[in-house]
C-alpha cells in the first residue's frame, strides 16, 4: 500500500475477524480508525476499531482493513466493481502502488488469454491438417502457419492494455507513462499539499531502538524540512523502508 493507515481513516473488512473466540466483525463492515496502538502480545493487531457486535474497541490487523476515503481530504472513495473502491480521488490523490499492481494484472491476463487462444488455433489446425492433407504440403507446414495467421479478430488486444503501458486511472485504457489520457481526456494533478522531495545519500549506518533503521550508502528521499524546535539540526523528514517509519535526520547524516 503507497500510504500506510492513519488515525481517523475509513476503512472496509476484508473478512471475519473474531475477537477472543467471539464474532467481533463481519466482512464488508464499514469502519473508522479511532487510534494506532499496538496489541503486546500481537504487535501486528494495533488498528484500534470499535467492534459493533461486541460494543467495545478492537485492535485489528493492517492486512484485513481496505482503505475507502482518502488521506489528503477524508472524502469517501467512489465504489469500483464488486465491493471495491477508487484508486483516486477527484482531489488529485492516487495509490500509485494499487493502480500498478492492477496494471500488471491485466497485462498478465493478456497474456494468457492469447497463448490460450493461440493453442486452441493449433490444435484445432493440426486436426483438420490429418484429415485434409494437400500434394506437396505435410500437415506441419499448414499447422504452423495458421497458428500465426490470426482467422478472427481478437477483442483482447483492443480491451487489454499493450505491453509498457500503465491502465489511466479513470477509465482503465492503457497508455503510455503520461500526465494525461488520450481516450477519455484525464489529466493527472498533483495535490497541493505535497511537498517538493530531493534524494540523498546516508552517510553512516543508523541505529534506533538496536534496529538498524538506515544503512550507510543507502539512498533515500527527504519528504520535507520540518527541524526538531529542541535540535534544530535534525530536520530532515526521512522513510526508513527497514523499520516503516518516518525519522529526522541532519546534515550529518545525509550527503545531499
Known amino acids: 500500500m503507497a500510504y500506510e493507515l492513519g488515525k481517523g481513516d475509513e476503512c472496509m473488512l476484508s473478512g471475519d475477524f473474531k475477537s477472543e473466540g467471539k464474532p467481533a466483525f463481519n466482512r464488508g463492515d464499514i469502519v473508522r480508525i479511532q487510534d494506532i496502538s499496538p496489541d503486546r502480545l500481537q504487535p501486528g493487531n494495533k488498528y484500534l476499531v ?12 493492517g492486512m484485513i482493513l481496505k482503505r475507502i476515503s482518502c488521506p489528503e481530504c477524508g472524502e469517501r472513495l467512489a465504489p469500483a466493481g464488486a465491493g471495491g ?64 495467421t490470426p482467422t478472427e479478430p481478437d477483442p483482447v488486444q483492443i480491451e487489454k492494455p499493450a505491453p509498457h503501458t500503465y491502465a489511466c486511472p479513470k477509465c482503465g485504457t492503457g497508455i503510455l507513462v503520461t500526465t494525461e489520457c488520450p481516450h477519455c481526456g484525464w489529466r493527472y494533478q498533483a495535490s497541493a499539499k505535497e511537498p517538493e522531495k530531493k534524494a540523498a545519500r546516508v552517510t553512516r549506518d543508523i541505529v534506533v531502538e538496536g534496529a538498524v533503521a538506515f544503512k550507510a550508502g543507502d539512498w533515500v528521499v527527504i519528504e520535507e524540512e520540518n527541524p526538531d524546535p529542541q535540535r534544530p539540526e535534525y530536520k530532515y523528514v526521512v522513510l526508513s523502508l527497514a523499520l516503516k517509519k518516518r525519522f529526522l535526520l541532519s546534515d550529518t547524516d545525509l550527503s545531499i
Open 85 to 148: 473502491f477508487a484508486d483516486s480521488c477527484p482531489c488529485g490523490w492516487s495509490d500509485v502502488e494499487s493502480s500498478h499492481a492492477k496494471s500488471v494484472q491485466r497485462l498478465s491476463d493478456f497474456h494468457e488469454n492469447l497463448s490460450r487462444r493461440r493453442s486452441r488455433t493449433y490444435a484445432r489446425t493440426e486436426q483438420n491438417a490429418s484429415t485434409d492433407s494437400h500434394e506437396g504440403e505435410t500437415p506441419f507446414e499448414v499447422g504452423l502457419d495458421a497458428m500465426f
Open 50 to 61: 470499535d467492534s459493533p457486535l461486541l460494543g467495545m474497541p478492537v485492535r485489528l490487523p
